[in-house]
């Protein structure tokens, strides 16, 4: 039987060896033969199409190739010297921190971008995996937490990246969508720029084949045989960076080829660290080719479907959910590791007292704010005149940040996962996803259709996450991985409407910000009434979230419909983070840190809990919004990517409080 498997594996590798090139090169042959042509009138016409084959399409199919080896032999490198079969440009931030490096060089100074574009991407990319790496060294890198690390990062990225595009300008847009990795090229100086940096990296990693393959034992096995550890990974992940950026650098990011190609070269069956070194490239420059030649054979005229970085950045969320059994954890997220340190003696007397310093933050953010001459407190007829201008933006904070927190106390008592929040588990992102569809078929649809676009996008991303975590009955580490992958999807199919450029970018920009600027009687009614309709049910609902973090077993021992329940919730939490990822964007990770904060200050009872995250998100969101408005005056940050700033660090500082699981 052992031989028969392993006939099989090695009868695969030729299938996979000659499908890809054979597609390849009939998606190229269909391109050249339908490709858009100056129409035939005169001698011009031929030079014309002559140039557009030989300046265009040909260098850039020759780019694509050469982006794609390289992107996949800087996935293979840094899944071997990580020990993770999901890492990568993407999952690590490398992407994401090279993206920000390059928008803040472009937004401060255009001129350094041109003049060093690759160094910018390069620090950008490596300070986000240094910090991806250092949030999981206690950890022994475990691909769990290096994955959620680099979830953290790029959160914090994104919304860095989002906040200079709306304080710089056209200048930051215009990197934004370049940065969606279009391989349109006009000459071959692409190719020639990119093909050298190829040769060298396969050159170096050539020189690091032994040093892998002594990184594939454990760490002890590695320094019985000699081996530096530190500083061979070190310089195993700086090369595998400094492709990447390489190939951000030049043509923006193209997300999850170096995720692909080697899990497709394992796949056709390369097992060892010469073939996976030799394969992978290969793959990646395929998998980026045939990418390519369907965004111009689908697209309109003489432009492309969508920019071909967004259009292999679909691939990524399945890809991820199919790698999911491969990734094994060691030190698992513990469900109840957040447990509060201490149990409250009254618990309805520190409600009261949640609910007056709710009040008094409400009075401050109303009334205080700076000025040119100084701070001052608004009362009497100046307040009479800010009040239609911050009243609205203020109950619209506070009700989105109640939502959240509600939205991200459900899901934490479904999954009994102490980190599930609407952000991390991507319900948030498929909103955003419902959002552009809604946008691609409406144009400019109203805001109910908005609204209930979103509410359908995190539904379908909360169900889908929920029916792949039970299958692995509810796994902490396997539900994280699945939220991350249904996020990346649903991230995907917005980034491919913003790299259009056009007004529906822009409102996607906008939603993604989570601005409160524009905020008036309609969002206002909107907050108060969708939080009174969502929460209302959840006392009645309290035996549910009581029973449901003790697991399917337990739960259907104890009389309950556990499918009925976790849908009827589920559905609740959908509309809740829809609606409020309306308000105040995706990004605010309010649905995290208030329930941790509300059992971090010892309320340990369901209903407890429940209203004091309501109280907590609520002053988080409200206090997040009147610090946009004053940290950097006269100037605002959108409150989203504010509370995602704060959000942030705070998850981070969770992930290295907890203890290790063994």
């Known amino acids: 039987m052992v031989s028969r498997a392993k006939l099989a594996r090695n009868a695969s590798l030729p299938v996979f060896a000659i499908l890809l090139p054979v597609l390849c090169i009939a998606a190229f042959a269909v391109l050249i033969v339908t490709r858009p042509e100056v129409p035939q009138g005169d001698a011009d016409a031929a030079m014309l199409n002559g140039a557009l084959l030989w300046n265009s399409i040909m260098p850039r199919a020759m780019l694509a190739l050469i982006a794609g080896a390289a992107l996949g032999l800087s996935g293979t490198l840094l899944q071997r010297v990580l020990r993770n079969p999901i890492a990568d440009a993407s999952t690590l931030g490398i992407a994401s921190g090279a993206e920000l490096a390059m928008t803040a060089a472009m937004g401060f100074s255009p001129l350094l971008i041109g003049f060093s574009r690759e160094m910018a991407a390069f620090g950008g990319g490596l300070a986000a995996v240094a910090i991806v790496l250092a949030l999981s060294w206690r950890r022994g890198l475990d691909p769990v937490t290096v994955a959620l690390s680099g979830l953290i990062v790029s959160l914090i990225a994104s919304a860095l990246s989002v906040t200079l595009i709306l304080s710089r300008g056209e200048y930051a847009m215009s990197i934004h969508i370049w940065g969606a990795g279009s391989l349109s090229q006009q000459d071959w100086n692409g190719a020639l720029s990119l093909g050298p940096r190829l040769i060298l990296g396969f050159a170096a990693a050539l020189l690091l084949v032994r040093p892998l393959r002594i990184l594939a034992l454990d760490d002890s096995g590695a320094r019985s045989l000699g081996l530096a550890l530190h500083s ?60 390519d030649c369907l965004t111009q054979i689908l ?35 513990a469900a109840q590791s957040t447990a509060a340190l201490n149990r409250l003696a009254k618990p309805l007397l520190a409600l009261g007292a949640l609910f007056i310093a709710l009040a008094l933050i409400f009075a401050v953010v109303l009334t205080l704010g700076p000025a040119e001459d100084g701070w001052h407190v608004a009362t009497g007829s100046l307040l009479t005149d800010l009040l ?97 992958g249904i996020g990346a999807f649903a991230m995907a199919i917005v980034t491919m409407v913003l790299a259009q450029g056009d007004m529906r970018g822009y409102i996607l920009l906008t939603w993604l910000s989570g601005s409160t600027n524009r905020a008036g009687a309609f969002e206002a009614w909107t907050a108060i009434i969708s939080l009174v309709v969502m929460t209302a049910p959840l006392p009645f609902l309290s035996r549910w979230l009581t029973i449901l973090p003790l697991g399917a077993g337990p739960s259907r021992a104890a009389g309950l419909h556990v499918g009925v329940s976790r849908l009827a919730l589920a559905i609740l939490a959908a509309l809740m983070t829809a609606i409020a990822s309306f308000l105040v964007g995706p990004l605010s990770l309010t649905g995290l840190i208030a329930p941790h904060l509300a059992r971090l200050a010892g309320f340990r009872a369901p209903g407890h809990q429940l209203t004091a995250s309501l109280l907590f998100g609520a002053g988080v969101l409200m206090a997040a919004d009147w610090l946009s408005r004053v940290v950097i005056y006269p100037y605002q940050v959108p409150v989203g990517l504010f509370a995602a700033l704060i959000g942030g660090p705070y998850l981070i500082w969770l992930l290295s409080r907890k203890e290790v699981q063994q």
Not at 273 to 279: H, R, S, V
Not at 313 to 332: E, F, I, K
Not at 418 to 434: F, N, R, T, Y
Request: hydrophobic content about 60%; aromatic content about 6%; charged content about 5%.
């Open 232 to 291: 061979t990974r070190l310089a195993i992940i700086a090369l595998a960076v400094w492709l990447a950026a390489s190939v951000i650098s030049e043509v923006g990011v193209i997300s999850f080829v170096g995720l692909a190609a080697p899990a497709i070269a394992r796949l056709a069956g390369a097992r060892s660290t010469g073939k996976l070194m030799l394969t992978a490239p290969l793959m990646g420059a395929g998998l980026l080719f045939l990418t």
């Open 299 to 333: 697209g309109p005229g003489f432009t492309d479907l969508a920019p071909t970085g967004a259009a292999t950045a679909l691939l990524g969320g399945p890809l991820l959910l199919c790698l999911l059994p491969s990734v094994h954890s060691v030190s698992a997220v």
């Open 388 to 484: 239609p201008f911050r009243l609205p933006r203020t109950i619209v904070a506070a009700g989105a940040g109640a939502m959240l927190a509600a939205a991200g106390f459900i899901m934490q008592r479904v999954t009994g996962n102490p980190i599930a929040s609407p952000e991390v588990l991507g319900v948030s992102s498929g909103a955003g996803a419902g959002l552009t569809v809604a946008l691609f078929l409406f144009g400019f649809p109203s805001p109910i259709i908005m609204l209930l676009a979103m509410a359908l996008g995190a539904l379908t991303a909360f169900l889908a996450m929920i029916a792949i975590s039970a299958r692995a009955r509810f796994s902490p580490e396997r539900m994280l991985l699945a939220g991350i």
